[in-house]
């Protein structure tokens, strides 16, 4: 696959994204929706972040409190031995599992597609206890003048699905939990097919360990039925440990393309695509027989999480397909890839 590469990657790395508050610092700045308004393109990006720690003895864990409103940070001693830190992203005890970070929804703003200005205060905040673990892959559907946003809602609860909506990217409104757990990367389709709305989703099988694409319909974006299975995992392929929805899926001639990621069973991130029928999207037509991307470049390899490519939006434009990517759970890039090498890549 002929991929181009900006020479400016990553283009959006954490020292760019100013703390929430002064006693945090980002880490990460990932997984963005993307979108174009008023001739600017627009990434709704993952900002994670944690709480500055000098004391190498203990770890310090971020965590929307529900009861006070506010965002507080809890220790725990890295001598305890009931506590395991093996895993940089959680810190588990023998009750609970705690993320080692607490992620929100930035804004960022860029008239090139390269160069972005991030704004300082953060779009969507964790504000209650479905969120005490922060906010989560922000994903963006234009319907009709609207901008609907779906994120991953984290908290001991488990991971589910919230749903804001704004006009004007300057106030949102919240619309609640639309999938409950543990489900995630949920993609709502761009206009109504048959009447219906319809989305992607991604439920996670605890007992059966299944992490395949699913589809759901609705009459109005709040209530969600006739869950089908849409596709699974391929052994002896590149995405033969989990898969999941991407980017908002958008229309070719032949049907709907979804782009989505896809991991191997060493964890191994990469993107390809699935070609949907027009009519009935729970229908798959094609799909890649290798990644449209994986991941290759230093910066996509080494980082908090290593050897992920992961993106939550991309721009059809121009007969290319713009992706805005996550690279090693640290950084956003950037890269371009022919829309027919994307199509004559299907089987």
Same mark, same amino acid.
């Not at 994670?48 to 965590?63: F, Q």
């Given at each position: 696959?002929?991929?181009?590469?900006?020479?400016?990657?990553?283009?959006?790395?954490?020292?760019?994204?100013?703390?929430?508050?002064?006693?945090?610092? %980002?880490?990460?700045?990932?997984?963005?929706?993307?979108?174009?308004?008023?001739?600017?393109?627009?990434?709704?990006?993952?900002?994670?972040? /944690?709480?500055?720690?000098?004391?190498?003895?203990?770890?310090?864990?971020?965590?929307?409190?529900?009861?006070?409103?506010?965002?507080?940070?809890?220790?725990?001693?890295?001598?305890?031995?009931?506590?395991?830190? !093996?895993?940089?992203?959680? %810190?588990?005890?023998?009750?609970?599992?705690?993320?080692?970070?607490?992620?929100?929804?930035?804004?960022? +703003?860029?008239?090139?597609?390269?160069?972005?200005?991030?704004?300082?205060?953060?779009?969507?905040?964790?504000?209650?206890?479905?969120?005490?673990?922060?906010?989560?892959?922000?994903?963006?559907?234009?319907?009709?003048?609207?901008?609907?946003?779906?994120?991953?809602?984290?908290?001991?609860?488990?991971?589910?699905?919230?749903?804001?909506?704004?006009?004007?990217? /300057? !106030?949102?409104?919240?619309?609640?939990?639309?999938?409950?757990?543990?489900?995630?990367?949920?993609?709502? @389709?761009? &206009?109504?097919?048959?009447?219906?709305?319809?989305?992607?989703?991604?439920?996670? !099988?605890? &007992?059966?360990?299944?992490?395949?694409?699913?589809?759901? &319909?609705?009459?109005?974006?709040?209530?969600?039925?006739?869950?089908?299975?849409?596709?699974?995992?391929?052994?002896?392929?590149?995405?033969?440990?989990?898969?999941?929805?991407?980017?908002?899926?958008?229309?070719?001639?032949?049907?709907?393309?979804?782009?989505?990621?896809?991991?191997?069973?060493?964890? +191994?991130?990469?993107?390809?695509? %699935?070609?949907?029928?027009?009519?009935?999207?729970?229908? %798959?037509?094609?799909?890649?027989?290798?990644?449209?991307?994986?991941? &290759?470049?230093?910066?996509?390899?080494?980082? @908090?999480?290593?050897?992920?490519i992961f993106n939550c939006g991309v721009l059809p434009e121009d007969d290319f397909v713009k992706i805005y990517y996550g690279a090693a759970d640290t950084h956003i890039c950037y890269a371009e890839i022919a829309l027919n090498d994307i199509l004559n890549g299907l089987q």
């Open positions: 696959m002929n991929v181009f590469r900006s020479p400016y990657n990553p283009i959006i790395s954490p020292e760019k994204a100013k703390p929430s508050r002064a006693d945090f610092e %980002v880490v990460c700045v990932f997984n963005a929706g993307v979108i174009r308004y008023n001739n600017e393109v627009i990434l709704l990006l993952r900002v994670a972040e /944690k709480p500055i720690n000098s004391d190498t003895k203990v770890e310090l864990v971020p965590v929307f409190d529900k009861n006070s409103g506010q965002v507080v940070v809890k220790k725990f001693s890295k001598d305890d031995p009931l506590c395991d830190f !093996s895993d940089s992203r959680f %810190v588990r005890t023998p009750t609970e599992q705690y993320l080692s970070s607490l992620s929100h929804a930035r804004l960022a +703003r860029s008239t090139d597609g390269i160069h972005f200005e991030i704004e300082e205060q953060p779009a969507l905040m964790p504000d209650n206890e479905y969120e005490s673990f922060g906010i989560e892959d922000p994903r963006i559907t234009l319907i009709n003048d609207t901008y609907y946003i779906t994120y991953s809602a984290v908290s001991p609860l488990g991971s589910m699905i919230g749903l804001a909506s704004t006009k004007d990217f /300057k !106030s949102y409104k919240r619309h609640g939990i639309i999938f409950c757990p543990d489900n995630r990367d949920v993609e709502i @389709f761009p &206009e109504k097919i048959n009447g219906k709305y319809f989305a992607l989703h991604r439920p996670n !099988s605890g &007992e059966y360990n299944k992490r395949e694409i699913w589809i759901a &319909e609705s009459p109005d974006l709040l209530t969600w039925g006739n869950h089908r299975r849409v596709m699974g995992i391929r052994e002896n392929y590149w995405d033969n440990g989990r898969v999941g929805g991407s980017a908002i899926p958008f229309k070719v001639d032949a049907g709907w393309l979804e782009i989505y990621h896809g991991a191997d069973k060493s964890d +191994r991130y990469c993107l390809g695509a %699935v070609l949907l029928d027009a009519n009935e999207p729970w229908k %798959v037509l094609a799909r890649s027989k290798q990644p449209i991307i994986e991941p &290759e470049m230093d910066y996509e390899v080494n980082g @908090f999480f290593g050897r992920v």
